[in-house]
């Protein structure tokens, strides 16, 4: 049978209560980037509820439009002649969108939708264009 000393029962207790600590040192470490990453996160979703608001006033002012044209057939008479008069409207393009080529052309919600996606996979640089899928894909459902 081992019989410990109390010195050295103590001294086990010593190294036990050392290595605790170590972990909770570890635990608190990880908690504080816990929490950085939890700051994060609400800073994120804060931004993000500030877009989805403005993407639903937007959506809401369109709607608005879309009911004045659907109410007033003179309106659709006027902006569709309005749009498809070249020599009043000449483009005046952005270098960005010179070097996309953009062009005015009407197309489905499922075709701009088609052609962004090809966009967003072609250039780095192309938050506008995810929101603006994200819009049509909005009036689509509204649509439907």
Do not use: C
Request: proline share 1%; glycine share 2%; charged share 25%.
């Amino acid at each position: 049978m081992n019989i410990i000393t109390f010195q050295e029962y103590l001294t086990g207790i010593k190294n036990y209560l050392t290595a605790f600590q170590k972990y909770l040192t570890g635990v608190e470490k990880y908690l504080t980037a816990f929490q950085k990453y939890l700051t994060g996160v609400e800073k994120y979703l804060t931004t993000f509820q500030k877009y989805l608001t403005g993407v639903e006033k937007y959506l809401t002012t369109f709607q608005k439009y879309l009911t004045r044209i659907e109410n007033d057939p003179k309106i659709t008479e006027l902006h569709y002649r309005d749009l498809t008069d070249k020599e009043q409207y000449a483009l005046k393009l952005d270098d960005y969108e010179a070097a996309l080529q953009f062009t005015p052309k009407w197309v489905s919600i499922n075709e701009a939708i088609v052609q962004n996606n090809k966009i967003i996979n072609e250039v780095e640089q192309n938050s506008w264009v995810k929101r603006e899928n994200y819009v049509l894909n909005e009036l689509k459902k509204s649509l439907k």
